[in-house]
């Protein structure tokens, strides 16, 4: 028996990434496997449920080429295997106390400048991982240099990835190295309604100075700029003015320039002439950094299986992540439980998308060839004519994302020959999904079909 789980888990392995094989599969054995009602043996009720949600085909799967029959699977919680954390190594008194004095610290360090920085933001708090290291380097770059090789600094990427952070922690760092440099942070939405008050008071003049005084820019989330001419015209000036001074110039946005709707091409052009930096998603690796982290930062103690958690559920953003964080701890205060043991007994359910509504292979190939009205057949067939090949490749990347499902198995469910056409077809879709918005949209809707 032991053997074969053994050869079961290997296969297993290869399908999923080591990531979830190592949180979901670590500590199972098989119990049974009589007159073909399989039993396997977990360490608690959490994980039959994450289990049978989504990895029931794969465990069939793998069981049934290990010539094992399979007509049902059961999970049994096997006690004795507890959890490996000890969650008795602070109480819930200590958590409270730790977090309010970690409150006071902040409220006494976080008041507010005239430079629009929020000191609370650093580089010391912002987690570099996979998702983000390019720009951060460029960050530091500025920080040793300003105004120098990134100039202008253009950074974007979607909501809650970090833009604001990481450039208001340039500013901070620049500051703390040299207290006399003129800085200023500003959304452009203030800039806009600061711009209108002083040509209302008939001050255009002394707020274009005050602009053109500043050794360092910061201006969040440009793409609001949309429709507002007079204020994109007033930016531009001050733009090439401090451009022209070896100013730095710092600009976040959602998006690239070119893709924000009436933004003049020339200042397009400008903003992302020393390169655009992007913040991506963080893989799961870099969520559980981050929250790892953050417990830190606060004095919490959480366990790593919470935290694994947390990172595996929370897909959308870090400002979500952090959200969901911050509501298990809070609740773990209040009902005096570990966050593991919250989440055991089902008092939180963090589900930020749709990954853990079963849905089989199947079913994602048929909704991407319907939404894209062509026949499973030629989708998953051979053309090359484009929009064909896209719709096979939001297949792959569906089943990628949504199910883990290996290159090899992604291959064979949507008839290609090889897993590096695959692996090709998920990092098109990928990248091209950073600046197609309309693809984005595609693929939401897609996934509202598949779990709706
Ligand atoms: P954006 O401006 O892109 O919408 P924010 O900068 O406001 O995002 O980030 C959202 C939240 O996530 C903030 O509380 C921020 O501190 C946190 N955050 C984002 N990226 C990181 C990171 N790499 N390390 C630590 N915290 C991060
Ligand atoms: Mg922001």
Redesign the pocket.
């Known amino acids: 028996m032991y053997d074969v789980w053994k050869n079961a888990l290997a296969e297993i392995e290869q399908q999923i990434s080591t990531a979830n094989f190592s949180t979901w599969f670590q500590d199972t054995s098989l119990l049974s496997t009589e007159d073909g009602e399989i039993k396997i043996g977990v360490k608690n009720s959490f994980y039959v449920k994450q289990l049978r949600n989504r990895y029931l085909d794969l465990i069939k799967t793998a069981l049934e080429n290990n010539n094992i029959t399979v007509n049902n699977i059961d999970f049994e919680v096997q006690s004795g295997t507890k959890p490996k954390v000890r969650p008795r190594e602070i109480t819930p008194t200590d958590t409270v106390v730790k977090s309010r004095i970690k409150k006071v610290k902040t409220e006494l360090t976080n008041q507010p400048t005239n430079t629009g920085l929020n000191n609370k ?1 650093t580089l010391d ?5 996979s ?2 290291d390019l720009a951060v380097s460029a960050a530091r770059s500025i920080i040793d240099s300003p105004g120098d090789r990134y100039n202008p600094f253009f950074l974007y ?10 450039v ?1 922690a340039i500013g901070n760092e620049l500051l703390k190295k040299n207290p006399d440099l003129k800085i200023f942070y500003t959304p452009i939405s203030h800039f806009y309604s600061d711009f209108i008050d002083a040509v209302k008071l008939g001050k255009g003049k002394e707020f274009n100075l005050k602009f053109r005084k500043l050794d360092v820019l910061i201006i ?2 440009f793409q609001f700029i949309v429709g507002k001419e007079k204020s994109q015209e007033e930016f531009f000036n001050i733009f090439n003015d401090l451009y022209q001074l070896n100013k730095q110039i710092i600009v ?1 946005s959602d998006r690239l320039p070119s893709q924000i709707k009436s933004v003049d091409e020339r200042l397009a052009s400008r903003l992302t002439w020393a390169g655009a930096f992007d ?1 991506q998603l ?1 893989k799961f690796e ?1 969520k559980c950094a ?1 929250l790892r ?2 417990a830190e930062l606060m004095g919490a103690e959480i366990e790593p299986e919470a935290i694994e958690y947390i990172a595996e559920n929370v897909n959308t ?3 979500d ?2 959200g969901e964080f911050s509501t298990i701890l809070l609740m773990s205060e209040v009902r005096g439980l570990t966050p593991l043991e919250l989440i055991e007994n089902g008092a939180v359910s963090v589900n930020k998308t749709s990954k853990l509504r079963p849905v089989s292979a199947k079913q994602i190939v048929e909704k991407v060839a319907k939404y894209y009205e062509l026949p499973v057949k030629e989708m998953c067939g051979k053309s090359r004519v484009a929009h064909i090949k896209t719709a096979r490749q939001v297949a792959m990347f569906l089943l990628s994302k949504e199910l883990s499902l290996s290159t090899n198995k992604i291959a064979a469910e949507v008839g290609v020959k090889d897993h590096t056409t695959v692996m090709h077809g998920v990092k098109k879709i990928e990248k091209d999904l950073k600046l197609n918005f309309t693809l984005r949209d595609q693929i939401e809707e897609i996934k509202e079909k598949i779990y709706g």
């Open positions: 933001y708090n912002f987690v570099v991982g998702n983000n990427g979607g909501p809650g990835l970090g833009k604001t952070h990481l208001q969040d989330d976040t913040l963080p870099d981050i982290a953050k953003n870090i400002r992540l952090e």
